[in-house]
């Protein structure tokens, strides 16, 4: 039976639990500070329009907005599909205690690249119009479709935990609770195809300006490139949240929780080991392929060969030794590896390696509103997330909903 | 079909499996009609003189902000600029074989437009009489039509809070409407701009090139470049293409380099270089369900067996312990009497339940390290 220590839950009495916002530790002050700017950042966005407060301009018309909000963001949240479908599709039910965490991230990830999505759009409020006017030759009204269908999905997939939350008060929800636990398998299936698709079309977003996006990074390859390499951030991340919550937010998890996590890590890293190991062979062979030696002896070349022995590579070969020799903190040091490699990666294919041969006069660097609005995102994540975590049954089993996966 | 699609092709098949064969009638589709009769401008090169009073009329026509600098100013051709969504033309000074050149930016209004196939809320027509037109009212602002037109031509209006478009030029549509020129071409005082039926114009260039070989480097910017544009580029000769005949895109590298034309975009439209790889979608949607549901049926069952096995194996165990208990009570009560065995009997049974719920609390655990 799981040990629940005593992990504050909430009761019917006592729905919220929001001291932990309220201590004045350094995170959070630091959280009222960053959420603070970035509501400023936010009005001037909205009010004075993105030229005032971005760096945006003709020959840069996507910054970091898109390249890390939404790439980088898509990639990270890429455990969720990664996770249910090693738990429920392939039937490793040790994996059963990282399910809910990795849904939960998933979902948080995907809503806030929606909600990062209007700070870059010209006309946010439009965004519906892809559907009344769908471009359908168009990569993107295929990641947009995508995207809009998984977003709902994973609501779906993480609805059970608000539900075993409010079920005290709100006892008609159970009814939805056992429809997702009944179809949990269907929305499962149904995300990884989703999210096959949209991952792999990030990269062939890239696909139509050939002439604009470096050789060493340019592929007709770039859509599995992109797919492979989610699958290994999904890893990952989960290995990585895993060690964050432990830091933090290890009195809101149960004994099974606990006693998994050790397994999780080795064996998401293992499999990361694989993929990452895989990845790196994939892009030697396509550099070969597309006769790019050449460009390795240039400046970019040795951007490629970073990227892809300080973090492909390399994280791939601490990953294997952490699984081989059972060690949890090496294999958490491959995750944040892979984890910077990614947002590496995204950087070099949307900014960097983008509008390689523009004089560097016309190069891009994002402003400080731009960096502010994507940090703001990034801590609007981390504390909904603690604050779900603080209330519903994310890390721990809740007594009235056991073995409902 | 050329190797980049074919690589392509092969590129989402690695997602898709061994599924590539359907995509290719995806990939091969033309998704934008080629209008027979539309028309087109030549750019001849090798007239222009940087007068800028093209910039000057496409300013006034299209109802354009003023510049800040005046477009008798000529100094500003030396810089390199680029379209903008106030400046839809402007021209630049190149230098070939250390003699100045000019050339005139501006939407090349393409056969199949980049921009049009990006664009995911459908803001881009290509026209009848060749224009590529764009309608703000739908646009969304996501400015993937800037990532993808190979030109860097659409600008964006950034510094409009409310209501930003993307905007270019025209071709005039309006005007083309009324039956006039474009501004730019109405105002070239040099006949550096012809307008006609681009066949027309390509006889034109070749004619030109055929007549005075010494002149023009022997290549048709736009004919073929992206698919084929309305606007096409006729360039000077350089000490490296001089006298030679039909130099293809490889020849003229170096010259349209020269003159900020890219050669090697290749001859397909750029929208198809993304064909491929949308043309797995369907595949994907209709065979990742039934590989996963496959995985899923095959772990179903692995644990159906399992589950099987074990119950057979615990009752065997069960069967075999009844015995062996009944046997030794029975030998008990032979040799100390029925009460002792009563008592034996008593503890056996017992001590077989104490381990029975202690197997049960480990089992919890020995099934999550099992599967
Ligand atoms: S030049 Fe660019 S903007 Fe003009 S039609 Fe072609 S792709 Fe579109
Ligand atoms: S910015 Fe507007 S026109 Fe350009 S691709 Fe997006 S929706 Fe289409
Ligand atoms: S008006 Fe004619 S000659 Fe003058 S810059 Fe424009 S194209 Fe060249």
């Not at chain 1, 490793?92 to 909600?115: E, N």
Request: charge should be neutral; proline fraction near 5%; include cysteine.
């Amino acid at each position: 039976m799981a040990e629940h220590y005593d992990i504050p839950m909430p009761t019917r009495d006592q729905m919220l639990n929001l001291t932990p916002f309220f201590r004045l530790t350094p995170g959070n002050i630091i959280t009222y500070i960053i959420l603070a700017v970035g509501l400023v950042v936010t009005v001037m966005r909205f009010t004075l329009g993105i030229g005032a407060v971005s760096n945006l301009d003709d020959n840069y018309p996507w910054g970091i907005w898109i390249g890390f909000d939404l790439l980088c963001g898509v990639a990270l949240a890429a455990g969720g599909y990664f996770t249910t479908v090693a738990c429920y599709v392939l039937g490793l039910k040790r994996f059963h205690s990282a399910v809910r965490p990795a849904v939960t991230t998933a979902f948080l990830g995907y809503f806030f690249v929606v909600v990062a999505l209007h700070y870059d759009l010209g006309h946010p409020l439009r965004l519906p119009y892809a559907f009344f006017y769908p471009g359908t030759t168009s990569v993107l009204f295929e990641v947009g479709l995508c995207v809009a269908t998984y977003v709902t999905v994973l609501f779906c997939e993480f609805s059970v935990m608000p539900i075993e939350w409010l079920a005290h008060r709100f006892p008609i929800l159970r009814i939805f609770h056992k429809l997702i636990t009944k179809t949990v398998i269907l929305l499962t299936i149904f995300g990884v195809t989703l999210s096959t698709l949209h991952q792999s079309s990030l990269g062939s977003l890239f696909l139509i300006a050939p002439g604009k996006l470096h050789p060493l990074w340019y592929s007709p390859f770039m859509p599995m490139f992109f797919f492979v390499s989610s699958m290994a951030a999904g890893a990952s991340m989960v290995i990585f949240e895993g060690m964050l919550t432990h830091k933090g937010l290890q009195f809101y998890m149960d004994t099974n929780h606990a006693k998994d996590s050790k397994l999780v890590t080795l064996s998401f890293s293992r499999a990361a080991s694989f993929i990452l190991m895989g990845y790196f062979m994939l892009k030697l062979i396509d550099m070969i392929v597309q006769n790019n030696m050449g460009y390795l002896f240039s400046g970019y070349g040795v951007l490629w060969l970073v990227e892809m022995f300080g973090f492909v590579l390399l994280p791939a070969l601490i990953y294997a030794k952490g699984a081989r020799d059972g060690n949890e903190h090496i294999c958490q040091i491959g995750s944040i590896i892979t984890v910077l490699g990614i947002i590496f990666n995204r950087f070099n294919v949307s900014i960097i390696a983008f509008n390689w041969h523009l004089p560097a006069a016309e190069r891009y660097f994002p402003s400080w509103h731009e960096i502010t609005v994507s940090v703001f995102i990034v801590t609007l994540i981390i504390t909904v997330y603690r604050f779900i975590v603080y209330h519903m049954p994310v890390l721990y089993e809740h007594p009235n909903f056991r073995h409902h996966g | 079909m050329n190797r980049r699609k074919f690589l392509a092709l092969l590129g989402t098949a690695g997602v898709g499996g061994a599924l590539a064969a359907p995509g290719m009638a995806a990939a091969k589709a033309h998704v934008f009609p080629g209008y027979e009769n539309s028309y087109g401008v030549l750019h001849d090169v090798t007239r222009c003189i940087g007068c800028r009073q093209c910039e000057e009329a496409c300013n006034a026509v299209n109802s354009l902000p003023q510049p800040r600098e005046p477009f008798d100013d000529l100094d500003v051709l030396g810089v390199r600029r680029r379209t903008s969504a106030y400046q839809w033309t402007v021209v630049n000074q190149y230098t070939i074989d250390d003699k100045p050149y000019f050339r005139k930016l501006q939407c090349f209004h393409c056969n199949e437009p980049a921009c049009a196939s990006a664009c995911f809320a459908k803001c881009f027509t290509k026209n009848p009489d060749g224009s590529v037109t764009y309608n703000g009212e739908q646009c969304v602002g996501c400015r993937y039509c800037m990532i993808a037109c190979p030109f860097y031509i659409p600008g964006f209006q950034y510094d409009e809070p409310f209501d930003p478009l993307v905007q270019k030029c025209t071709f005039c549509k309006p005007r083309l409407d009324k039956g006039q020129l474009p501004g730019c071409v109405e105002a070239c005082p040099m006949d550096a701009l012809t307008f006609g039926r681009r066949s027309d114009l390509i006889r034109l260039a070749r004619k030109r090139i055929e007549e005075n070989p010494g002149r023009y480097t022997d290549y048709i910017y736009g004919e073929w470049d992206a698919g084929g544009t309305a606007w096409m580029v006729l360039a000077p000769a350089s000490k490296e293409t001089v006298g030679k005949s039909d130099v293809g895109p490889a020849g003229a590298t170096e010259v349209m380099h020269a003159i900020g034309l890219d050669t090697h975009l290749g001859s397909q439209p750029m929208g198809e270089l993304t064909y491929g790889a949308l043309g797995t979608v369907p595949l994907i949607v209709a065979f990742w369900p039934i590989l996963f549901g496959g995985l899923y049926g095959i772990s179903k069952s692995r644990e159906a067996r399992n589950e099987m096995r074990n119950k057979i194996m615990r009752a065997a165990v069960r069967q075999d312990m009844a015995a062996a208990m009944d046997d030794a009570v029975r030998r008990i009560e032979r040799q100390q009497g029925p009460e002792a065995a009563e008592v034996a009997r008593q503890a056996l049974e017992d001590a077989v339940e104490e381990r029975r719920q202690a197997a049960l609390d480990a089992s919890r655990f020995a099934r999550k390290e099992d599967h």
